[in-house]
C-alpha cells in the first residue's frame, strides 16, 4: 500500500490479493474515495458511513469486496492511532 500526500489530496494504491485488482484512489473534498478501475473503464467511488466504508458507485460489486475489506481495515487501524494519540496528548 502507498500513500502519499499532495496537496491536501490524499491518494493511496491497494491491491486485491484474491482478484489482483488495484485502484489508485483520491479523496474527494466530499469525503467520497474515488479511483478509476482501468480494467472495466469506469469510475468506482466509496462513501464512509458512519465508521465503516461502503460501496458507492460501481464500488458495491462482488469484485471489490476484497477492496472494501482493505479500506475497512485500514479505517479500523487508523482510528486505532488517532485515539492512542489523543491519548498521548492528554498523559502529556
Known amino acids: 500500500m502507498l ?10 494504491t491497494l491491491k486485491d490479493k484474491d482478484t489482483g485488482k488495484e485502484l489508485d484512489f483520491e479523496l474527494l473534498p466530499n469525503g467520497i474515495l474515488k479511483a478509476y478501475d482501468y480494467h472495466c473503464a469506469w469510475d468506482v467511488t466509496f462513501k464512509k458511513v458512519g465508521d465503516t466504508w461502503q ?5 458495491g460489486y462482488v469484485g471489490y469486496k476484497g477492496i472494501l475489506k482493505q479500506l475497512n481495515l485500514l479505517q479500523q487501524n487508523l482510528d486505532a492511532v488517532k485515539a492512542l494519540m489523543k491519548d498521548v496528548r492528554e498523559i502529556a
Do not use: P
Open 3 to 12: 500513500i502519499r500526500f499532495i496537496a491536501y489530496c490524499v491518494y493511496m
Open 55 to 59: 460501496g458507492h458507485m460501481n464500488g
